[in-house]
């Protein structure tokens, strides 16, 4: 369609181009090559913390909700979907469903309280067709799969244990039992099914044509477990400019101020807005590190229309005119995606492995020959290949701020030279 070049190949991006010709350009794989990572565990490794360490997706969620999240708990993403028996086996018809606030919420409350293997849930309602499901109880454990295909017109997951595989549950080191906590996620999920397809609200939707909101689907699971502070890894103020409770919960998580934004219906507009506050909270001293994030790109991606990716990048591009005129040359600039978002290709295919550019502007960074945004005019920057673990350790060294290697002047682990080491006293 586009003549064998990407989106942001074929888009025109005069303010993209206008930083990376000022700087340097280079690629960026968030968690290394091939690897596809979602947007929060892209933005977690970003802001400086190890993939080993992430605690789970539902836990920022839960915290963008306002829902608190208490030492042993696990808790777990739920979201009201479609699904219909096909022999022995359930099938998700539809994820995305429509369906009222409150319609959604007397479901909740009708499938709120279970026990099954020692353990006990309790589901809480967060707004439109998603939920919370807490698991408590000594043998919980975050170590279990989703039961979401992310698909619709698919075989729903059969909830199973972790313990044991060289994978993600490996690497957080999970807590508890998890064939027991899959068995009783097994057991809460079936009863819930046969609740809500007989709950009232589902009997009226199916008469009126609409779909039932008859399934639960469960992803994202999560543990709390200790996580260092942004400013105890950095000498930052940091903040984040974005939208959605993921966002607000991973800041409140990880200690950096959180500014929503409601999206506008113009791309452009929207973050042309969204630089504005940014630049404005830089301006009135309330912070001195500022993330910018849309999802608008995303969006158009995950639609597989290739064109509509090109106009909303293009669109967004123009939003960035203030950032690209701007002459301040204590202001390090650094544009990025956290992810590659494949525009063709089946609905399995969500995100991609493949590197995405990167372009960096500021006093101390030198200027290249790159001088078009873009995959391929990019991979020639100095740069070179980075990753999310990359990123803030050159943001130090960018801004003057890291310190060595092997240098311990603050009790938290970190390279950066702190603010205000604590001073040595006489008595």
Same mark, same amino acid.
């Given at each position: 369609?586009?003549?064998?070049?990407?989106?942001?190949? #074929?888009?025109?991006?005069?303010?993209?181009?206008?930083?990376?010709?000022?700087? =340097?350009?280079?690629?960026?794989?968030?968690?290394?090559?091939?690897? $596809?990572?979602?947007?929060?565990?892209?933005?977690?490794?970003?802001?400086?913390?190890?993939?080993?360490?992430?605690?789970?997706? #539902?836990?920022?969620?839960?915290?963008?909700?306002?829902?608190?999240?208490?030492?042993?708990?696990?808790?777990?993403?739920?979201?009201?979907?479609?699904?219909? *028996?096909?022999?022995?086996?359930?099938?998700?018809?539809?994820?995305?469903?429509?369906?009222?606030?409150?319609? #959604?919420?007397?479901?909740?409350?009708?499938?709120?309280?279970?026990?099954?293997?020692?353990?006990?849930?309790?589901?809480? !309602?967060?707004?439109?067709?998603?939920?919370?499901?807490?698991?408590? @109880?000594? *043998?919980?454990?975050?170590?279990?799969?989703? *039961?979401?295909?992310? /698909?619709?017109?698919?075989?729903?997951?059969?909830?199973?244990?972790?313990?044991?595989?060289?994978?993600?549950?490996?690497?957080?080191?999970?807590?508890?039992?998890?064939?027991?906590?899959? #068995? @009783?996620?097994?057991?809460?999920?079936?009863?819930?099914?046969?609740?809500?397809?007989?709950?009232?609200?589902? %009997? %009226?939707?199916?008469?009126?044509?609409?779909?039932?909101?008859?399934?639960?689907?469960? +992803?994202?699971?999560?543990?709390?477990?200790?996580?260092?502070?942004?400013?105890?890894?950095?000498?930052?103020?940091?903040?984040?400019?974005?939208?959605?409770?993921?966002?607000?919960?991973?800041? &409140?998580?990880? @200690?950096?101020?959180?500014?929503?934004?409601?999206?506008?219906?113009?791309?452009?507009?929207?973050?042309?807005?969204?630089?504005?506050? /940014?630049?404005?909270?830089?301006?009135?001293?309330?912070?001195?590190?500022?993330?910018?994030?849309? +999802?608008?790109?995303?969006?158009?991606? !995950?639609? +597989?229309?290739?064109?509509?990716?090109?106009?909303?990048?293009?669109?967004?591009?123009?939003?960035?005119?203030?950032?690209?005129?701007?002459?301040?040359?204590?202001?390090?600039?650094?544009?990025?995606?956290?992810? &590659?978002?494949?525009?063709?290709?089946?609905?399995?295919?969500?995100?991609?492995?493949?590197?995405?550019?990167? /372009?960096?502007?500021?006093?101390?960074? $030198?200027?290249?020959?790159?001088?078009?945004?873009?995959?391929?005019?990019?991979?020639?920057?100095?740069?070179?290949?980075?990753?999310?673990?990359?990123?803030? $350790?050159?943001?130090?060294?960018?801004?003057? +701020?890291?310190?060595?290697?092997? &240098?311990?002047? =603050?009790?938290?682990?970190?390279?950066?030279?702190?603010?205000?080491?604590?001073?040595?006293?006489?008595?």
């Amino acid at each position: 369609m586009l003549n064998g070049s990407t989106p942001l190949e #074929a888009a025109s991006t005069p303010n993209l181009d206008t930083i990376v010709s000022r700087g =340097s350009g280079g690629l960026h794989c968030s968690l290394g090559h091939g690897v $596809p990572p979602g947007t929060d565990t892209a933005h977690f490794v970003f802001f400086g913390n190890r993939l080993a360490d992430y605690p789970g997706r #539902a836990l920022f969620e839960a915290a963008g909700a306002g829902l608190a999240v208490e030492s042993g708990e696990v808790v777990i993403k739920g979201s009201f979907c479609h699904a219909e *028996s096909r022999g022995d086996v359930l099938h998700l018809v539809r994820r995305r469903i429509d369906i009222e606030d409150e319609d #959604a919420a007397e479901l909740v409350s009708a499938i709120a309280q279970f026990e099954s293997e020692g353990l006990s849930f309790e589901l809480i !309602h967060t707004g439109g067709k998603e939920s919370i499901l807490y698991v408590r @109880g000594d *043998s919980s454990s975050d170590a279990i799969t989703d *039961s979401d295909p992310y /698909a619709d017109d698919t075989p729903l997951i059969a909830v199973e244990a972790m313990d044991g595989l060289a994978g993600e549950a490996g690497r957080r080191g999970s807590a508890g039992n998890g064939e027991r906590t899959a #068995a @009783g996620v097994t057991a809460y999920l079936r009863w819930a099914h046969e609740r809500l397809t007989a709950h009232p609200i589902n %009997q %009226q939707r199916a008469g009126a044509g609409e779909e039932p909101a008859n399934f639960l689907t469960t +992803k994202w699971t999560a543990r709390r477990r200790p996580i260092p502070q942004f400013s105890q890894r950095f000498p930052f103020r940091g903040a984040s400019v974005a939208s959605g409770p993921l966002f607000r919960g991973l800041c &409140a998580e990880l @200690g950096l101020s959180f500014r929503s934004v409601d999206y506008l219906d113009d791309a452009g507009d929207d973050m042309a807005r969204r630089i504005d506050v /940014a630049l404005e909270m830089l301006e009135s001293d309330t912070c001195d590190f500022v993330h910018v994030h849309t +999802k608008l790109v995303d969006h158009a991606a !995950h639609t +597989k229309d290739p064109e509509l990716k090109r106009t909303t990048i293009e669109a967004c591009d123009s939003g960035l005119a203030r950032l690209a005129e701007l002459e301040d040359p204590e202001t390090l600039i650094i544009a990025t995606a956290d992810h &590659a978002t494949a525009s063709s290709g089946g609905p399995l295919l969500i995100h991609t492995g493949e590197p995405v550019p990167i /372009a960096v502007l500021g006093r101390t960074v $030198p200027v290249d020959d790159v001088t078009r945004f873009s995959e391929r005019t990019c991979r020639h920057g100095m740069l070179g290949m980075t990753t999310a673990a990359d990123l803030m $350790p050159q943001v130090l060294n960018w801004t003057d +701020k890291t310190g060595y290697y092997g &240098a311990r002047m =603050s009790p938290f682990t970190q390279i950066a030279r702190p603010s205000a080491a604590n001073p040595f006293t006489a008595e």
